[in-house]
């Protein structure tokens, strides 16, 4: 069962390595966000030394880490899993002896894989040659990132399936895959950090999920979370992806029983 779900992934690894050209765009897409935010902050921040707890150089390469973890952690779950529903393949899938939502889980994790070796490290690479961005120098934030880099792509793509597997109980999700997209984008910190919003926003979005995905490690990457921090901040990862389970296995689970009762 491991061997099946790790071909999965390998196979939508191989699968975008046959469309890689396309991801050359991706990176100047990429570069070209992080130049426009650069400017945009460059002009805001003026001579003031820090806003909202970060510094200018802090900022520039908190956007630079943020957009480009978003090509490692950005997948089109919700789509695929929608688009399976309306065209009625998803009943196929309840006759193989392997759970649908871990295949999914899987492919997205091959696609991260691709983006994070041929879109997110060049990218970063360009970056860092065009702009200010500074690295960290404690292997514990290097560590730390990298962990919770993986964790950013695990709770996206829970949200991605739970969004996805809406498709069961509406007629069309699409009003619901394109909110979804720009509240994760929003509320995660990668347009405006957090920490920048006013008080009660802020206290709000710190009790939602999506700070987990872009605010949290790129705050590691800056060095705003440092030593024992680092910990706090992963659990905090850690308690939302355990969290995020238990509405994506009950949805799935009330979906199997809508689909055996509609389709006999």
Known sequence: MNSAFFDFMRIRFLTM?????NYYSGILIYTLNIGVYYFTWQAIYGSSGELGGFTAAQMTTYVAVSW??????FNNLDREIAADIRDGSIAIQFIRPINYVMVKMMQGLGEGIFRFLLLMIPGMLIAILLFPVELPTAPSAWIGFLVMLFFSFLINSQINVITGLAAFFVENNEGMMRMK????????????????????????????????????PG?????????????SVLGIQVFWFVILLIPMMLIWRQARKRLFVQGG
């Open 219 to 231: 705050s590691v990457f800056t060095g705003r979370v440092e030593g024992t921090g680092i910990w």
């Open 181 to 216: 997209r720009v509240v994760v984008d929003l509320f995660s910190g990668l347009i405006i950090p957090i920490s920048l919003y006013p008080g009660w926003m802020s206290a709000v979005m710190k009790v939602l999920p999506f700070q987990a995905i872009t605010y949290l």
């Open 68 to 73: 480009m973890a978003r090509a490692f952690y």
């Open 17 to 21: 390595l046959a469309y890689r050209v």
